[in-house]
């Protein structure tokens, strides 16, 4: 990732760091190990919100969005809401094994086989519904080819797909399944994909 790309990724997410801080404290306590605990049982069905943070590049310029959402998760599909910061909904997005749909304000259906292309046409970034699936409850496929669970005291993996992934802070780091709340996600640029860094802050969970 370039020099200017991640001062420019620093700059645009001071809010979503002031919010971090103000509502879970991403720094832990001097002193304090991190918990060995990991995540527990992966479940199919899992309903979320928070805020996403990506920074990206269109024409060669450097671009960013923050925005709150929701993720609702079943077996067979994913339904993900993008909102404004005054609550106005930006896209709607569905997502099933054979087809992606994405509805923006001017609320005209644009399909494609994939999410990944879908997003990068309309959106201009690439969300990475595959890998979040996993990443919301705290897994993630290591660049071996093995499942990995994170814990506080081992929060960061090199996926297959070529993401550095750090799970920065938790819900609660004391619990014996701990759940994440702040996750950053880098990927650099290749021949077939746009440099592009995201950070979530999820929203304790009722």
């Not at 002031?18 to 995540?39: E, F, I």
């Not at 590049?57 to 339904?79: H, L, M, Y």
């Not at 923006?104 to 494609?112: E, K, L, M, N």
């Not at 014996?176 to 880098?186: S, T, V, Y």
Request: glycine share 6%; proline share 7%.
């Amino acid at each position: 990732m370039t020099a200017r790309f991640r001062l420019r990724f620093r700059l645009h997410c001071l809010p979503l760091l002031a919010l971090c801080a103000a509502l879970a404290g991403c720094a832990t306590t001097g002193g304090t190990p991190p918990s060995s605990a990991t995540v527990g049982a992966y479940r199919d069905t899992i309903t979320l919100a928070g805020r996403i943070a990506v920074n990206y590049q269109k024409n060669g310029n450097a671009e960013s969005i923050t925005a709150p959402f929701t993720w609702n998760q079943s077996a067979a599909r994913v339904d993900v809401s993008l909102s404004s910061p005054t609550g106005q909904t930006m896209a709607r997005i569905s997502i099933t094994p054979t087809a992606a749909t994405l509805i923006q304000t001017d609320g005209v259906p644009r399909s494609a086989a994939d999410i990944n292309s879908l997003t990068r046409q309309t959106l201009g970034w690439s969300l990475p519904v595959a890998g979040l699936r996993d990443w919301l409850q705290g897994y993630a496929t290591g660049a071996d080819g093995k499942r990995f669970a994170a814990s506080p005291a081992a929060n960061e993996v090199f996926t297959n797909d070529g993401w550095r992934l750090r799970f920065v802070s938790w819900q609660d780091p004391q619990s014996p399944h701990p759940q994440p709340r702040r996750i950053d996600a880098e990927r650099a640029a290749t021949a077939t994909t746009d440099e592009l860094a995201i950070r979530i802050v999820l929203e304790p969970q009722a």
